[in-house]
């Protein structure tokens, strides 16, 4: 998946970027937690938890200022426990 999403974030002095809600298809859904973080091709990375505990996974690009939705909770059932 590679989709735009409008994201608000935080990004502390030290490089740490913290997202905090995300709009994916006019609909926005607030990170409750953060889970791991890497960087890949040029990204970083973050999978997140939403409200009702759906698991997205998230990228910034910091070479275009941009953020993309990469996967989405149907993605990750029966790769691991929803609950």
Request: no cysteine.
């Given at each position: ?9 935080r990004f502390?002095?030290g ?16 990170i ?7 960087d890949?091709?040029?990204?970083r ?7 009702g505990?759906?698991?997205?996974e998230?990228a ?24």
């Amino acid at each position: 998946m590679n989709e735009a999403i409008g994201v608000e974030a935080r990004f502390n002095a030290g490089g740490q970027i913290r997202p905090l809600t995300f709009i994916w298809r006019g609909r926005r859904y607030r990170i409750l937690s953060l889970g791991r973080q890497w960087d890949e091709k040029g990204e970083r990375r973050f999978l997140v938890m939403t409200t009702g505990k759906k698991i997205f996974e998230i990228a910034y690009l910091p070479a275009e200022g941009a953020w993309r939705l990469r996967n989405t909770p149907e993605h990750f059932l029966g790769q691991r426990s929803m609950t």
